[in-house]
């Protein structure tokens, strides 16, 4: 099983429209969690943190579900500009070392239409 | 402006050919990442360093080697051994590493074996 799993989508969005997705993880002590964005053959960009209490960034809100091992990011009001692959990464702590290891799932294609 | 770059955006290898990637950052960040991306997979982790003069392999170190004599510099080279080196690299940086320091990233160089 895969330490961090998403659904790899495309969720075809209206544009206008509010779509949400999860991303699974499968280390109960993950500590920290985050959201990228991935335009195609481009390098990741950070979007947003995760907070344990969930948190909202304009149109973006993301929430963390620690019993279920689950964190969600919800767009609202798409725009054709948030058509991207949206990259949940969790990290871990590796145990000869401390430092902390992101694990990046493979990402989730979001294609928002006029 | 402060940021990671690397070069080149685009390599050939030939067969047997060892080649170096570049990755500066002047955003004073004392750990750097090398990671590798293959279509529809998730980042895999090549090798990190925490602090100038000092590295640790990552998931698939096999193939590859790096150096950190700078702080502002950690190139990757892909040698020979590595039998199947076309992905997108990417190179990264944080403050320090730790679960919650968000990584940033450059844009990336693309290797295909001629």
């Known amino acids: 099983r895969k330490e961090v799993e998403q659904d790899p989508g495309p969720f075809n969005v209206p544009e206008g429209a509010t779509v949400a997705f999860n991303c699974t993880y499968s280390?109960?002590?993950?500590?920290?969690f985050f959201w990228y964005r991935q335009d195609c053959r481009k390098e990741p960009k950070l979007l947003m943190s995760?907070?344990?209490s969930g948190n909202e960034d304009g149109r973006f809100t993301a929430q963390l579900n620690r019993a279920s091992q689950y964190i969600s990011l919800l767009i609202r009001d798409s725009k054709l500009s948030d058509s991207a692959t949206y990259l949940c990464?969790?990290?871990?702590?590796?145990?000869?070392?401390?430092?902390?290891?992101?694990?990046f799932g493979a990402g989730t294609q979001v294609v928002v239409t006029p | 402006d402060g940021g990671i770059t690397q070069s080149p955006k685009y390599l050939f290898r030939k067969e047997g050919q060892n080649v170096t990637l570049s990755c500066e950052q002047n955003?004073?960040?004392?750990?750097m990442y090398w990671y590798r991306q293959d279509p529809g997979q998730g980042l895999r982790l090549i090798y990190y360093?925490?602090?100038?003069?000092?590295?640790q392999k990552g998931d698939i170190a096999e193939g590859y080697s790096v150096s950190r004599e700078k702080k502002e510099s950690f190139p990757l080279t892909v040698t020979s051994a590595q039998k199947n080196p076309t992905a997108f690299y990417l190179c990264?940086?944080?403050?320090?590493?730790?679960?919650?320091?968000?990584?940033?990233f450059g844009d990336g160089t693309r290797l295909s074996i001629l």
């Open positions: 995760v907070y344990s």
């Open positions: 990464v969790v990290t871990s702590t590796m145990t000869t070392d401390s430092w902390g290891k992101l694990q």
């Open positions: 360093s925490q602090i100038v003069n000092d590295f």
């Open positions: 990264a940086s944080s403050i320090r590493t730790g679960g919650n320091q968000p990584q940033h």
């Open positions: 280390n109960s002590a993950s500590q920290s």
């Open positions: 955003l004073n960040h004392d750990a």
